[in-house]
């Protein structure tokens, strides 16, 4: 049953947003990053998070019928689709990793142990998949080649969500009791390179999400985590408008300012996570969709008119997970996820 309030955002509102995502949902669940435009299975599988939380489960249960649906023999999805047709035939690791975190999401708030034996297959073949992927020095490559050759770098950001899916995985494998020890020495791996080798992975400096994943998914904890968002909030922090993001020109974008807002609440400072979530507020339409980014001083959005259901995903997520509304509210943050091993 839906709850009266968020705090953050009304129900009213956040149904309303809700609703901006699920009408961009086609027929068999796929869910378009706006009208006539593509889908990846990561921005979907975070827009099938969001309507879970704001209670669309018949919604969000569709758009993971659609990835197993989709999902290809080696436990892969292509990197871009359109309604009828596939995009871009890559495949990019991280979206194929986090169907983990959206399925287990989705049972927290379901309790629905038919769901998760349904999609348990989906999940351990996506994430056998990635792991296969992983290299001697414990770096996952970003993207696999339609020639099934490994691209020649990975990214600070697709790894740490990649860090995060894994542990998601074991939590259903722990669940479901069936131990899969593998994704938990890829995820240490991982947490390794992320804390003590940053330099080994593709610069992409300018970024705001490689300044702040690491923080939000949990790969860095403790003292590092705070250090590593006071030593670059100057310049991704836009006055009072939000974050920027790339570090370079003015522009806020949504979805990277709730995500660095649920960053802050994960180092437990409240106040900022708040005051991020807040500023992205003149960013709502009419209808409870929300614009994709905001150049200032001008105040013109950018890309020019654009709503995507990512930025509202985020937003609703960024809700959920600062007034602990839902029962899986926290989970984005990493919270209640099994630790691993060093």
């Excluded at 869910?31 to 435009?37: A, E, H, K, Q």
């Excluded at 099938?48 to 019928?65: H, I, K, N, P, W």
């Excluded at 804390?195 to 705001?208: G, L, S, T």
Aim: overall charge negative; charged content about 20%; glycine content about 6%.
């Amino acid at each position: 049953m839906q709850p009266e309030s968020t705090g953050a955002l009304t129900d009213d509102q956040i149904k309303a947003t809700a609703s901006t995502i699920i009408d961009q949902q086609t027929p068999d669940g796929m869910i378009l990053w706006f009208p006539n435009g593509h889908s990846d299975t990561w921005n979907h599988t975070e827009a099938a998070m969001a309507l879970s939380a704001a209670g669309f489960v018949d919604a969000a249960e569709r758009a993971y019928q659609w990835l197993a649906k989709n999902q290809r023999a080696d436990g892969s999805w292509h990197h871009y689709y359109l309604e009828n047709a596939i995009e871009d035939a890559k495949v990019d690791t991280n979206c194929c990793a986090y169907v983990a975190t959206g399925v287990w999401h989705h049972y927290l708030n379901t309790r629905d142990d038919h769901f998760l034996e349904e999609l348990w297959p989906v999940v351990k073949r996506a994430l056998d998949f990635v792991v296969g992927h992983q290299t001697a020095s414990g770096h996952i490559p970003w993207a696999i080649h339609t020639s099934g050759t490994a691209w020649s770098y990975s990214l600070v950001t697709g790894s740490s969500s990649i860090y995060h899916s894994l542990r998601c995985g074991l939590a259903i494998a722990l669940h479901i009791d069936m131990e899969q020890p593998e994704w938990e020495f890829a995820a240490v791996r991982l947490s390794s390179l992320l804390r003590n080798n940053e330099e080994q992975f593709e610069p992409k400096k300018r970024w705001a999400m490689d300044w702040y994943y690491p923080v939000l998914t949990q790969a860095l904890t403790g003292i590092p985590a705070s250090q590593r968002l006071a030593s670059r909030v100057e310049e991704f922090m836009l006055d009072d408008h939000g974050v920027r993001c790339v570090s370079d020109q003015p522009w806020v974008t949504t979805a990277e300012t709730c995500e660095c807002a649920m960053a802050y609440l994960a180092i437990g400072d409240e106040a900022t996570a708040h005051r991020l979530f807040q500023s992205i507020q003149p960013l709502r339409d009419l209808d409870g969709a929300y614009f994709t980014g905001m150049v200032f001083p001008e105040t013109i959005t950018f890309p020019d008119g654009e709503r995507s259901t990512y930025s509202s995903a985020a937003v609703i997520l960024a809700s959920d997970a600062l007034t602990n509304n839902s029962a899986a509210s926290q989970l984005v943050l990493g919270h209640g996820l099994p630790s691993l091993g060093s």
